[in-house]
């Protein structure tokens, strides 16, 4: 059996493109008018107007385009858990994994979300930001068995009927 995420159609979609096309049209908006003082002759250079705050909204702008663009699909299954986005996916081992932290913290941009940590042996840490699914409780009761899997030195079956 394999669980997997499903993301919440407000946070990690519908938000990123309201955002996107404000700061578009912020970004246009700016870098508009600055042409049109420079072409008008009101200006004579033009990098006398505000074509600076332009170019740091479409700045901003790529940022949240790759930031949301980079959050991962996940799929549990009983030999392990898979991270994948667009561009990379990654399988870990349930052996690789030291410790999975169900209620912790993961610094999302500027500020802490709640979130499920994964901590490897080799010392990285893995946050699942509850965020951005909408079945996060089958995705922590799954991790809870397995951590009862692992605590046990039983083999990991998952039984967790994931929610419609």
Known sequence: M???????SVNPIL???LIIILFATFGYFIAFLSFLDLNSGKIDSLFKTPIYGSLSLFGVLIWTVHHYIKIKTIHISSKGIKLSNIFDAEFIQWSDIKKIELIG???L????????????KRGRQIGIVAFYYENVPTIRKTLEQV???LDTQAPIKLNIKSES
């Not at 394999?2 to 919440?8: P, Q, V």
């Not at 941009?109 to 490897?120: G, Q």
């Open 147 to 149: 951590i009862e899997c």
């Open 109 to 120: 941009a500027t500020s802490p979300m709640d979130a499920n940590n994964l901590i490897l």
């Open 2 to 8: 394999t669980i997997t995420s499903r993301l919440n």
């Open 105 to 107: 913290k993961s610094q």
């Open 15 to 17: 938000n990123p493109v």
